[in-house]
C-alpha cells in the first residue's frame, strides 16, 4: 500500500485473523473488566455461525466486532476501539459492516447488551438504528451494572 492510499483511506475492515489476535486481546483488555482472551476469539473465528471483523487504521489494528447467530437473528458480543483510535469513526464503521454482512447471511435482527452508563456506545447504536427494547437488571459485574438490551430491524 502506498503512503497515498494510506491517507486518502486510512480505515479498512476485513475478516478477523489468527495474526490479529494479539492485539485484539489487548484492545479488549483496555475496555472492558471481564475481558476475553486470545483464545476466545479463536474459538468464535472458525465458527460458520460467527461473523467476527478487525479495523484497520493505518495497517494497524484499532478496533474489532464479533457476531454469532443463525437466521433469521444473532447477537454481537464484543465491540471495541482502542483508546488512541477514538473518533474517527472506527465503531460505526464496524457495526454498519456488520449488520451489512449479517443482511447479506438472511439475519433479520441483531440483538446486543450495552451498560447502561455507556452512553457513547448507546448513541452509537441508536444512530446505527438500533432500538431499546429491554433491561436486564445487575446483568454486568465490576462494577455491577444494569444492561440495555438493543435490536436492529434489519
Known sequence: MTAMNKYTDPLKIREMREEDLPRVAQIERQNFSLPWKEQDFRDFIVRDDAIFLTALWMDEVAGYIGFYGIPDEGDITNVAVDERSRRRGIGRAL?????????????????????????????LYQEAGFVQVGLRKHYYSSPTEDARIMRFPV
Open 95 to 123: 457495526v454498519h459492516e456488520l449488520i451489512h454482512r449479517a443482511a447479506d447471511r438472511g439475519i433479520s435482527k441483531i440483538f446486543l447488551e450495552v451498560r447502561d452508563s455507556n452512553e457513547s456506545a448507546i448513541q
